[in-house]
């Protein structure tokens, strides 16, 4: 019984920000792995950034470095993506996901296959 929930999706301009959130239900994370991953149509579902609950390493794909922040809340069992400086080209559906405890490390969670996946929320980048 776990469930992710993304919200905070939205429209907005070219050179905004939004915070998405993950919201974790069924059992709290303490050394979980969350990942953002976004899918724009017509294109392959890419990895966006990612975290390790314990210790909050991050990782984060080229495309987005610089603008994109990942942290999480252990009290709220949240994990968050805050993205600044938006781009036309960001706008996608957002997933989030997550994966059971282990021995990997942050910088190899994009090609993990995780446990469990959110339903996604749409942003929308306008120009």
């Known amino acids: 019984q776990v469930q992710l929930v993304e919200s905070g999706g939205g429209l907005v301009q070219a050179g905004g920000s939004l915070r998405l959130s993950c919201a974790a239900s069924g059992r709290t994370f303490s050394r979980w792995g969350v990942g953002w991953f976004r899918q724009a149509p017509g294109k392959e579902r890419e990895f966006v950034a990612a975290?390790?609950?314990?210790?909050?390493?991050?990782y984060f794909a080229d495309s987005v470095k610089g603008r994109f922040t990942i942290s999480r809340d252990s009290a709220k069992n949240t994990v968050y993506l805050q993205m600044n400086s938006l781009k036309p080209e960001d706008t996608a559906v957002y997933y989030c996901?997550?994966?059971?405890?282990?021995?990997?490390?942050?910088?190899?969670?994009?090609?993990?296959?995780?446990?469990?996946w959110g339903q996604g929320t749409q942003v929308t980048v306008s120009s």
């Open positions: 975290i390790r609950w314990s210790g909050g390493s991050t």
């Open positions: 996901a997550a994966k059971r405890p282990g021995d990997y490390v942050v910088t190899k969670m994009p090609r993990l296959k995780y446990d469990y």
